[in-house]
C-alpha cells in the first residue's frame, strides 16, 4: 500500500493538512461512532487510489532536546516507511535553518518529496513564498488552510508518482496473524517457540511493496502466515522512541493481517499502548486475540485469571468479545491453544451467514424487542443481509434509519454474536432505508 507522510516543523500546519486528506474519507466510509481513532494515521484516496497518511508529527514529546529529536525521528520514519513525503513549509515564518537541515534529510532519501507552503492565504504571502525557492527546488505547492485551496494539484501529483508495480500476495488464502505488542513482551519468543524444524516450512519473502515480511508457518496441523514488517527496526535512543517505532511497526503488519494477536504483559497489565493497538486492530476490522504473557511469572490465586480478565475488558471498552488466553512464550504453555483460537476467530471473520437463515433468526428477534418508537412512529424492520465483506458487516432494511439509536445498533450487534458466533471479530451493523 501507498504511504504518504508529512513532515515539518511544529505548528507549520502537518495536522491541519492531515485532517483534510482524512475528513473526505471518513465522511464516506467510517461511519462508526464511538470508536477511537488514532489521530496520527488514516486512510485516504484521491481519483480512487487509495493510500495512507502518517502524521509524523503526532508524537511531539516534550523533553530538553526534544525538538530536534522530533525532527529527526520524524524524517526518519518518513524515509523508512513513506511512498512519498511531503514537507510542509510556513510562509508566516519563511524558511528558518531546521527547514534547511530537514531538506537535506530528505535530499538524501530516495523517495519523492512534495514541497508544501502553508497559509499562503493571499497573494502577497504567495509572492513571499518564492523565498523556499533557496533551497534549490524548482517546484513546490502553496496551500491555504483558511480558504481550503490548494491540495488538489497536490494530490493529482503524489497519486500520479506512486509506483505502479502489481503486488501478488504469494500466499493468497491463507490466514495472516501479526502478533503485536510492546517492546519486551515477548513477541520475538512466541514467534520463536512456533519454528518447528522437523514440520516447519519457513518462507521469508521480502515483499514485492518491499516493507512486509510474511513467514509460512505449518504448526499443530494449521498453516498460517506470520507477517512482520522490515521497516522500523533502527534501534531507538529512549523509550518514546522504542514505543513510537513499535507501534508504527506495528500499524504496517496490522494492515496486511486477518488477525492481531495482542500480546500484553502480565507483569505490567494493560497499558495505553496495548490500546493503541487494539484500536488499530478494531478500526481495521481485523480479528483479535488477546494473549497475557509471561503467566510463569504471575502468582495465582484462585481468582486472578479472572480478575485479570475483567480488568482487560473493563478497560477495552463496548466491544469484549474477544477471546482472552493467559500463557507463557518461554514455556511454551497453551501456545497450542493461542493457535487454535486464532484459527477459530479467523473461521469467525470469514464467515457468511445465509441470507434465508439470518433472517429466519434476525426477524423474530426484532418482532419481539423492536426499536423504541420515537415521535410516535415505529421502526419496522423488514430485511436483512450480510455484505459480501473480508470482515462480518450486515444491512438491517427498514422504514426509518435514522431513528434507529445507537443502544439498538449494539443491541443488534449483540444479537448477531449470540446466535451466528463472531467472537474475537468486529461486526458493523447498518440500517438502511428500503
Ligand atoms: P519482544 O520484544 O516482544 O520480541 O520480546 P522478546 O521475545 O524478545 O522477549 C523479551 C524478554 O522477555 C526476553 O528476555 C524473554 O526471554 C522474556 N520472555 C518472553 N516471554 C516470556 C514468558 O512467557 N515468560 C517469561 N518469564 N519471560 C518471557
Redesign the pocket.
Known sequence: SNIVAIVGRPNVGKSTLFNRFLERREAIVDSTAGVTRDRHYGKSDWNGVEFTVIDTGGYEVDTEDAFQGEIIKQVELAVDEATSIIFMLNVAEGLTDTDIEIHEMLRRANKPVYIVVNKADSAREELAATEFYQLGISKYYTMSSATGSGTGELLDDIVRDFPTTEYKDPFEGLPKITIA?R???????LTNALLDKEQNIVTDVAGTTRDSIQTLYNKFGHEFVLVDTAGMRRKAKVKEDLEFYSVMRSVRSIEYSDIVII?VDATLGWESQDMNIFGLAQKNRKGIVIVV?????VEKETNTTRDFEEQIKAKIGQFTDIPILF?????KQRILKTVEVAMEVYANRAKKIKTSKLNEIMLPVFEKTPPPALKGKYVKIKYCVQLPTPSPQFVFFCNLPQYVKEAYKRFTENQLRKHFGFTGVPIEVYFRQK
Open positions: 505488542g517492546p519486551n513482551v515477548g513477541k520475538s519468543t500480546m504473557n509471561k503467566w510463569d511469572l500463557i507463557s512464550a518461554l514455556t
